[in-house]
């Protein structure tokens, strides 16, 4: 209470009854007033004497709840938020150190105030294990075992930026875990308000049981309106008990555990848990996070535990303790398990959109996690054929998983970076940050010449040179690929044909000619599930290359067998697309923004979107669009634009293509823009305004396909979404599929930006991208500048499955391995085929990832169709069945393990050749 007068003497009546006496002092004053424990709510009266004033009224008083209140205490692994990455991630490693010798400090405390120390990220303890003593490894196992310190299951806190194929590497540290006989229960994702859906399925057959999702409300909705547990389940039906906690520093932002102010902790806990039952949460006992200090990347500290034993000694109930996360999770388990909800649906996560300020390096990121994909698939179909891998080739991949794990962690950078731009610290982590996407990209690419050096090994030379593409996708494909070839081989201005034995020709064309080479792009029909397709490049001596015809007059329509587009030569944008195999328009010619259009969003200030709205705001298309000529090819015809944006650096340096293939039903749009800096708020938009009559609007996540805001978490984004590999829109008898490599970023219905709507669903069937944003204010980048190209890939067909979207999906993101081979051999051999075959049409091959001993691989593969399906592969090169085994996601076998997998499951085979 606050009293303004001198100090006088004051008196507290319940009932009449006086139960209370002190002085009052000039200003704040906090006085606690013990009442008999009731066992029914009833009134009382009250009445407050201070001199001649009096305040009367009347009280509830209601019969003691029982609390117990568990304080988790860990550090939250932000890398290169608040100190550079090259100090932040030693620290952490130091905190462990600390932990144990808290355990030692405070081992003659009361048994629940005792220090306790939960492990965040699985990082940590791997290099910890590896890099310390064996007497103090000894120490950290024996503190596990006691349950003093803990191990939880995420390697680092992910949002959806990385593939299914890297969140699988990132649990291989608790293999090396089990083997130090330690045991993980639980998986903690902290600060990221959403979790890759396949992790689900990922910890089943580990042993991992729990999820504890500490959640961040800055810039996010939060899913439920109070701590929550429930049971999430995965595609399969697989299942975790999750709780949405409160924030992972709750203890210290609302509680101030750390601050050694009693009176003020006593307050603001008995407090919250009036509040917490007001909420309706009806459990006695509740998990509660916190840091040794009030900050990310916290040290460990004791505060807690003085805090704790002082609460304790003074009151009986609440009861407090220093806990593991398990330890709630395991007694709610047992006593409530029956109760909670069942979920099935994607954690999709609202900070996603941050990394739409690194569009350089995600497109890199996205680019090297699909390079691996088909790599490593190369290196097992060497392996198969009888190579020898190359020494440490398995080390390698692990560095390229490590340096992608290491980009696609939650944290881009400085947490001034916004604030200040040009700030030491944020160029300096903004450098380190950027430099996992480009060793992954460098690490990535230099697997597939190994995998090509192994593999040509199989291919007999011919008189004339080669070219053989490779595919390690598990069903027959046709598909681009970039090559580039040698003047030697492939003479400058000759004509040539890509002919295949069985007389079907691979269409090429020119992208870019240089002094002793050409890059070309080709178009391949039919290669081999897990297979290869090998054309001899026969050049015709004395016919010159015939140039590709241009156009210097703008064009309105343009078509072929499968499409008609029409052109709105004043936006730069296609105003209508007609299917002719479906007899349908695919455009809704009433939008607001045309196909293709580029939409460029400026905001007025950065603090709406703090706010959760988006009411002060410009968007605008070109400025100016010029017609840029057109061009036909045997891949594709060409129609290019040019404009002027105030996003560009000057007047032209936005581009705009529309490619019409003529080898397949497909349309790409491909994007150049040259950016301005510029630190302000702002957005780039690309609209699809897609129509289809009672269409559903969805896209894949990592582990399965949601329909957009529909198959998620109540309260996870429904704003923007990180779409892995498609999106769709699909109705009974058609399907509309949408995909790009570089850019990640769409969303559903509209643009949705600032709406902040939880449950909300598409308004209309659009769909719209969205390649780059700088609208954070913390740890994102301020801005992005030079030159950018992105692509999106449309096709449509009758055929509505999600098995034929992922296919389309797959194919436009992990590519073709290809390979020129000189002339001069006697040529014999396969000229295709299959390494492996037997696949059923339902299963799409994630990873096929080489073991150590060269004879054998882990493939990752997954469910498409809704319903079970028996796996049986055969080895095409010795005519045998393989021998298949299942294991777990870091390879242990599974104990009656099988090789059936279920409607929309994951599931790990170890494949011995």
């Given at each position: ?5 001198n ?10 009854q006086?139960v209370?006496?002190t ?23 009250y ?19 029982n ?17 550079p ?40 303890v ?16 024996q ?12 390697y ?17 540290p608790?293999?090396r875990f ?9 998986a903690m ?23 504890n999702m500490g ?17 999430w389940?995965?595609?399969?039906g ?41 909420k ?16 990310d990347?916290?040290?460990p ?10 609460w304790?000694?003074?009151?009986t ?12 999770f ?11 909800q ?23 990121v996205?680019t090297?996690q699909?390079?691996?994909i088909?790599?490593?698939g ?51 982590q ?12 460098r ?24 070219l ?64 290869f ?15 590709q ?38 455009v ?26 988006l009411?002060n705001?410009?968007?605008e ?5 010029w ?15 040019k ?8 007047d032209?340096?936005?581009s ?6 003529n ?21 780039i ?25 529909v ?8 704003d923007w ?10 109705n ?11 850019t990640?970023?769409?969303?559903f ?8 709507k ?24 301020a ?11 449309i ?21 073709f391995?290809?390979r ?11 000229k ?10 339902n299963?799409v091959?994630?990873t ?36 298949l085994?299942?294991?777990d ?5 599974v ?19």
């Amino acid at each position: 209470m606050l009293h303004f007068e001198n100090p006088a003497p004051a008196k507290i009546y319940i009932d009449n009854q006086l139960v209370k006496e002190t002085e009052l002092k000039f200003g704040y004053n906090y006085l606690r007033v013990e009442l008999p424990v009731v066992k029914e709510e009833k009134t009382v009266s009250y009445r407050l004497d201070v001199g001649d004033f009096t305040e009367k009224g009347k009280l509830a008083v209601k019969p003691v709840r029982n609390w117990r209140v568990n304080f988790v205490q860990h550090s939250h692994t932000d890398i290169g938020y608040t100190r550079p990455q090259t100090e932040i991630l030693a620290e952490h490693l130091r905190y462990i150190d600390y932990a144990l010798d808290y355990c030692d400090i405070t081992d003659n405390y009361p048994e629940d105030a005792k220090f306790r120390w939960t492990c965040e990220a699985a990082w940590a303890v791997d290099e910890y294990l590896k890099s310390r003593p064996a007497e103090q490894v000894q120490r950290f196992k024996q503190r596990v075992k006691e349950g003093r310190i803990e191990l939880t299951g995420m390697y680092f806190n992910f949002d959806e930026l990385p593939d299914e194929q890297i969140l699988a590497a990132s649990l291989q540290p608790l293999k090396r875990f089990s083997e130090n006989g330690l045991k993980v229960k639980v998986a903690m994702q902290n600060d990221v308000n959403g979790i890759g859906w396949c992790l689900n399925d990922y910890y089943s057959d580990l042993g991992v049981k729990y999820l504890n999702m500490g959640t961040h409300g800055h810039r996010a909705l939060i899913a439920f309106d109070k701590p929550t547990l429930f049971w999430w389940e995965s595609p399969s039906g697989k299942r975790m008990l999750a709780y949405r906690a409160e924030h992972y520093m709750t203890g210290n932002t609302e509680f101030k555990i750390h601050s050694e102010n009693f009176n003020l902790f006593e307050d603001e806990l008995l407090s919250y848990l009036v509040n917490l039952e007001e909420k309706g949460y009806k459990y006695d006992l509740i998990s509660i996070q916190h840091s040794g200090y009030l900050t990310d990347n916290a040290p460990p500290s004791t505060l807690a535990s003085d805090m704790i034993k002082q609460w304790n000694e003074k009151y009986t109930w609440p009861k407090l303790k220093t806990a593991s996360a398990t330890e709630f999770f395991e007694e709610m388990e047992a006593k409530h398990g029956g109760e909670f909800q069942v979920i099935r649906g994607a954690w999709p996560d609202w900070w996603t959109d941050g990394f739409g300020a690194s569009a350089r390096e995600v497109s890199a990121v996205r680019t090297a996690q699909t390079d691996l994909i088909a790599n490593v698939g190369g290196l097992t179909m060497a392996a198969i054929q009888g190579e020898k891998l190359p020494e440490k080739i398995t080390d390698r991949i692990e560095t390229t998983n490590s340096a992608l794990l290491f980009y696609t962690e939650h944290t881009v950078g400085y947490h001034g970076s916004v604030r200040e731009p040009f700030h030491k610290n944020t160029m300096e982590q903004r450098a380190i940050k950027e430099s996992y996407a480009w060793e992954a990209s460098r690490r990535a690419k230099m697997l597939g010449e190994e995998a090509q050096g192994l593999l040509q090994n199989n291919i007999q030379k011919e008189k004339v040179p080669t070219l053989v593409v490779y595919n390690t996708l598990n069903w027959a494909r046709s598909g681009l690929f970039t090559v580039y070839v040698d003047h030697q081989i492939l003479p400058r201005y000759k004509k040539f044909k890509l002919i295949n034995e069985n007389g079907s020709e691979a269409k090429a064309q020119a992208l870019e000619h240089y002094s002793d080479g050409t890059n070309w792009v080709v178009w391949a029909d039919d290669v081999p599930a897990f297979g290869f397709k090998k054309y001899l490049i026969q050049v015709a001596e004395n016919e010159p290359e015939q140039s590709q015809a241009k156009e210097k007059e703008g064009i309105k329509i343009l078509e072929n067998q499968w499409y008609r587009i029409s052109i709105d030569q004043e936006k730069g944008a296609i105003s209508g697309l007609f299917d002719k195999e479906l007899n349908k328009e695919l455009v809704d010619r009433n939008a607001q923004w045309k196909l293709g259009e580029f939409i460029y969003e400026t905001l007025g200030n950065r603090s709406q979107m703090e706010s959760k709205k988006l009411d002060n705001y410009k968007r605008e298309g070109l400025n100016k669009v010029w017609f840029d000529g057109f061009e036909e090819g045997p891949v594709w015809n060409t129609v290019r634009f040019k404009g002027n944006t105030s996003a560009a650096n000057g007047d032209g340096l936005y581009s705009f293509e529309i490619r019409l293939f003529n080898t397949s039903k497909r349309i790409e749009l491909v994007y150049f823009i040259e950016k301005k800096m510029v630190t302000e708020p702002e957005g780039i938009y690309i609209a699809f305004p897609f129509v289809l009559a009672n269409g559903q609007l969805a896209f894949d996540v990592q582990g399965g396909e949601i329909r957009a805001g529909v198959d998620q978490i109540p309260g996870s984004t429904n704003d923007w979404n990180t779409v892995q590999n498609y999106a769709r829109l699909s109705n009974s008898n058609s399907q509309i599929l949408l995909s790009s490599k570089e850019t990640p970023l769409m969303q559903f219905g509209g643009i949705n930006t600032g709406r902040y709507k939880a449950g909300a669903t598409p308004e209309t069937t659009h769909i719209y991208g969205w390649p780059m944003n700088n609208y954070w204010t913390t740890n994102f980048n301020a801005e992005q500048h030079g030159g950018f190209t992105w692509n999106y890939l449309i096709s449509s067909a009758a055929e509505n499955s999600q098995t034929a979207a992922t296919r389309f999906g797959w194919e436009n993101m992990v590519p073709f391995i290809s390979r020129i081979l000189p002339g001069g051999g006697n040529g014999g051999g396969k000229k295709q085929g299959s390494v492996i075959s037997g696949w059923p049409e339902n299963i799409v091959l994630i990873t096929a990832m080489p073991e150590k001993d060269g004879k054998s691989a882990i493939f990752h593969i997954r469910e498409t169709a809704g319903k079970s399906v028996q796996i049986q592969l055969k080895n095409e090169i010795s005519s045998k069945n393989l021998i298949l085994l299942e294991v777990d996601v870091v390879g242990n076998p599974v104990q009656n393990g099988s090789t059936e997998i279920k409607a929309f499951e994951t599931k790990f085979l170890k494949v011995v050749f």
